[in-house]
């Protein structure tokens, strides 16, 4: 099966500049999760989705960030504007949403903000 | 106390040795526990499940102490390629995953 998919793969943007990521999860996984990882630290969740239906969004700040999963497929996570301290890696995941279900990551957008 | 915790390391090994590390964690109530193996400057990858009665994958051994709460994760006759961080996962609630920070582990020629 296709594994999932995230774009770009590296991205640099000056501070206060507007910056998006794509996912397309696994084909047939409805549970889709936005993750966040700074260097040295394990992903910190951002936001989950279970179908097109935002379940979790806890950890999103929602001053800066939103996110979207339009016909519970495709999701994008934006930021705008960026601040120097968002530059990680933004890493998008899949999967069948039952709680001993295992995640499927993408290989992640590097993201830095200048 | 955070949610999970792993020994960062690194641990230093040669080829051939056994290493093992825990991973501790705080909601008495999970459920659900998995080992992910993370490359550097990859995404992380499932290393295996842990189930309660501990479970193998060739030279991987998973094991779950539940009265102490710990999952620990030893791999026998290391081989450079298995040089990588590997992430403790756990459920925190119903749909909750929380990972560790990663304990990294090089093996030497």
């Known amino acids: 099966e296709a594994g999932v998919v995230q774009s770009p793969r590296y991205k640099i943007i000056e501070k206060k500049q507007p910056v998006a990521f794509w996912c397309n999860p696994i084909s047939g996984h409805n549970t889709l999760y936005w993750y966040l990882q700074n260097l040295g630290q394990g992903p910190e969740l951002l936001i989950r989705y279970e179908n097109e239906e935002a379940v979790d969004d806890s950890q999103l700040p929602k001053d800066r960030f939103s996110a979207e999963r339009l016909k519970g497929v495709d999701s994008t996570l934006k930021i705008q504007p960026a601040e120097l301290g968002d530059s990680a890696v933004y890493l998008c995941?899949?999967?069948?949403?039952?709680?001993?279900?295992?995640?499927?990551f993408g290989n992640g957008t590097r993201l830095t903000v200048t | 106390r955070k949610e999970v915790e792993q020994d960062p390391g690194p641990f230093n090994v040669p080829e051939g040795a056994t290493v093992a590390f825990n991973c501790t964690y705080s909601n008495s109530a999970s459920q659900s526990f998995f080992w992910y193996r993370q490359d550097c400057r990859k995404e992380p990858k499932l290393l295996m499940s842990?189930?309660?009665s501990g479970n193998e994958d060739g030279r991987f051994t998973a094991q779950l102490n539940r009265a102490s709460q710990y999952i620990s994760l030893l791999i026998r006759d290391s081989k450079l390629s298995d040089s990588a961080t590997y992430l403790c996962v756990v459920n925190i609630d119903d749909y909750k995953l929380s990972f560790g920070a990663g304990t990294t582990v090089t093996v030497r020629a």
């Open positions: 842990v189930y309660s």
């Open positions: 995941a899949s999967s069948w949403g039952q709680v001993d279900s295992p995640l499927h």
